[in-house]
Each structure stands twice: as structure tokens, then as C-alpha cells.
């Protein structure tokens, strides 16, 4: 068992699980990834740090599809900017 | 038998959106099957199926997600691209002279072969061309098939 799963509960079913994930900071990744982030603007790494060292999802319900359906906002950024990074990959 | 999906980026980017077509409805759903299989104790013995983004790929989703954060999404929204990017692992060479977009895809697809049954997954229709002429036209490519996501949920569901 790795540092990115520690622990899960699993009652077989897709829709209802419980589980406690331990997340590797996205942080640290970028910066081990891309070491000449570490003069980036600190702000946002700040944002990262706070953010992200480590994350606790309890009772997903609906699972991953479920959760992304129920927390991603029509009124945020994000889905522009997920129309602007299709065309990066076309 | 294991499976790895080798995934290009629309799908986890398809997982993200907020587009109601079936390949958005169906990322999320391939992305959670992969994610619950990948914490799920058993699977560490098993290792059924996997998913994977070429390491350049991944890069390159790294530097657009520190984009956005600078122009700015929400803390909620960053975990869930975390979350995305968790229920896949990264591998292959970061290679900064890859030409072509979906060839990082292609070298992580030969790596894998040697342990897995490889399965590309892509959305993106014209990747998707690009990919075929390549595997016919350079045979050390290898051939693998292409699924689209709602294939791979399915596949990924009776396998």
C-alpha cells in the first residue's frame, strides 16, 4: 500500500463506496516534475499547498462520476478552460 | 488477464466538462471504474486493469492546470482535476521533441505490451485516424485497438 491509497472500504457496488485517500500533494508533483516551477509565481503554489497536501473524500456517492457530476460548477471557470485545452490536443 | 488503458488526454479532459454527450457521460464513468479499481485493496494483488497518460501528456495537462489556477479556478475545482488525475498513473519518457501530439501514446502503448494487454482509449476523433495510419504505416508502433470511453467502460465492466 502506497502513499496515495491508504485505506478503502468497498461494498462491491459502483454507486456507494466509502474511502479515505491520502493524495500526494500536487504541489510537490509539479515541482518534482518541472523543477524550473520552483521560481513560479508563489501564489500559486501557495494556493496548491493549501489546498492539496491532503485531500479526504468520505461517502462518494455516485462515485467518482457522481461526485464530479454534482461539484463541477456551471457558473466557474473551469469549463472554458476545458474548451480551451481540447484544442491543444486535436 | 490484465489490461492497461493507455489514455489520451480528451478523455480525462471529457471527464472534466460539463458537456452532456456520451463520451463526457461515459469518461467519468470509465475514469471512477479505474479509480475504485486502483484504490480497491484487492486490486493491488490483481492489478486487473490499469490506466495510463503518457508522462508528456501528463506535463502537458500539469502546466494547463497551473494555468487555470493562475487564472483562476476554485480550490474545490482543483481537487477535482486532482481526483482526475489520480485514477490513472502516469509512464513512458517525458520526451520535449515529440512532433506529434498523440505519439507519447504510442511509445507508452509499446512499453506496456511486454506485461499488459494494451487498449488505447481517445475520444478525439481525429487522434483517433492519426493513430490508425500510424500503427499501419510504422510497425514499431505496434497495433493495439482504439476505444472510445463508452467501449472502455464497457470493456473495463465484463473483463
Known amino acids: 500500500m502506497n502513499n496515495d491509497c491508504v485505506c478503502m472500504t468497498d461494498n462491491s457496488n459502483l454507486n456507494t463506496w466509502v474511502e479515505v485517500i491520502d493524495v500526494k500533494s500536487l504541489k510537490e508533483e509539479i515541482i518534482n516534475d518541472n523543477p524550473q516551477l520552483k521560481n513560479f509565481d508563489g501564489l500559486v503554489l501557495k494556493r496548491i499547498h493549501k489546498s492539496n497536501i491532503a485531500i479526504t473524500y468520505e461517502k462518494m456517492e455516485g462515485g467518482l462520476a457522481g461526485y464530479l457530476e454534482k461539484n463541477l460548477s456551471k457558473s466557474s471557470n473551469l469549463p472554458n478552460f476545458i474548451k480551451e485545452a481540447r484544442l491543444k490536443f486535436c | 488477464m490484465s489490461f492497461a488503458y493507455i489514455i489520451f488526454p480528451d478523455v480525462l479532459l471529457d471527464a472534466l466538462s460539463l458537456d452532456e454527450d456520451n463520451n463526457c457521460k461515459n469518461s467519468k464513468l470509465f475514469l471512477g471504474l479505474l479509480l475504485k479499481e486502483k484504490i480497491r485493496p484487492s486490486s493491488l494483488i490483481s492489478k486487473r486493469f490499469r490506466g495510463f ?3 508528456y501528456h501528463h506535463q502537458c495537462l500539469t502546466y494547463m492546470i497551473v494555468e487555470w489556477i493562475n487564472k483562476g479556478i476554485t480550490d474545490e475545482e482543483i481537487n477535482l482535476v486532482q481526483l482526475v488525475l489520480e485514477s490513472i498513473d502516469r509512464d513512458g519518457i517525458e520526451n520535449y521533441h515529440y512532433v506529434e501530439n498523440y505519439t507519447p501514446l504510442l511509445d ?15 475520444n478525439n476523433e481525429e487522434v483517433r485516424q492519426k493513430l490508425k495510419e500510424s ?3 510504422y510497425s514499431h508502433f505496434g497495433k493495439y485497438p482504439i476505444f472510445n470511453s463508452e467501449e472502455a467502460f464497457s470493456h473495463a465492466l465484463n473483463n
Open chain 2, 53 to 55: 497518460v503518457a508522462s
Open chain 2, 108 to 122: 507508452l502503448a509499446k512499453e506496456k505490451s511486454d506485461s499488459f494487454d494494451v487498449i488505447i482509449v481517445c
Open chain 2, 135 to 137: 500503427m499501419g504505416t
